[in-house]
């Protein structure tokens, strides 16, 4: 085990150094896209889309309820595992940085949740070209968690490919 984790941040760290000679381009794309996955921020999205009637109830709902499972279940897995976040990581603000730990990406279960979501609810929000955005916004999600030093890429993986299936099937098995 002690050989993938430090595989890992071996790969997280080239793919942050990676980022650094192209830091005046990608780190404000970076920055926007950790500030369009964060938590908060989606909890006052549901909430207009609830009071706003923008979408019918029992999505706007379901909106609500994949948000809060996820902070739930986020919460309680980064209690358990305690991974630190990685030593490089740098600038986080108070919004973004809700705690010291760093696996599972909690923006990146947001993100697969909203995906599948999205994905599901597309009719809902325009069709199709939704879903597809829905979907490139997930992996951006996920590429700039890395390439930012907030996660190592086990963290965002995780976030992804745990937290997808579970989504899913949260996703059929209750809100449909």
Same mark, same amino acid.
């Given at each position: 085990m002690d050989y993938i984790v430090r595989k890992d941040e071996e790969l997280s760290y080239a793919m942050y150094l990676g980022? +650094? *000679?192209?830091n005046s381009i990608s780190h404000p794309i970076c920055k926007a896209l950790e500030v369009s996955g964060n938590g908060i921020l989606w909890l006052i999205i549901a909430a207009l889309v609830i009071? +706003?009637?923008?979408i019918n109830a029992e999505a706007a709902i379901n909106l609500? =309820? =994949? #948000?809060?499972?996820? #902070?739930? @279940? =986020? !919460?309680? +897995? $980064?209690? +358990?595992? $305690?991974? *630190?976040?990685?030593?490089?990581? *740098? !600038?986080?603000s108070l919004v973004v940085s809700v705690d010291a730990h760093s696996f599972p990406s909690g923006h990146c279960t947001r993100a697969i949740? #909203?995906? =599948?979501?999205? @994905?599901?609810e597309a009719e809902s929000f325009g069709g199709d070209p939704v879903a597809i955005v829905a979907v490139l916004w997930t992996f951006a999600i996920a590429i700039s968690r890395v390439v930012l030093g907030r996660h190592h890429v086990l963290d965002v993986l995780a976030g992804l490919c745990i937290f997808g299936p579970l989504q899913s099937c949260i996703h059929y098995a209750y809100l449909l």
């Open positions: 980022n +650094t *000679k192209w009071f +706003t009637n923008y609500l =309820i =994949i #948000l809060l499972l996820d #902070l739930v @279940v =986020i !919460g309680l +897995t $980064k209690q +358990t595992f $305690k991974r *630190k976040r990685p030593a490089y990581n *740098k !600038g986080m949740s #909203l995906c =599948i979501f999205f @994905v599901n």
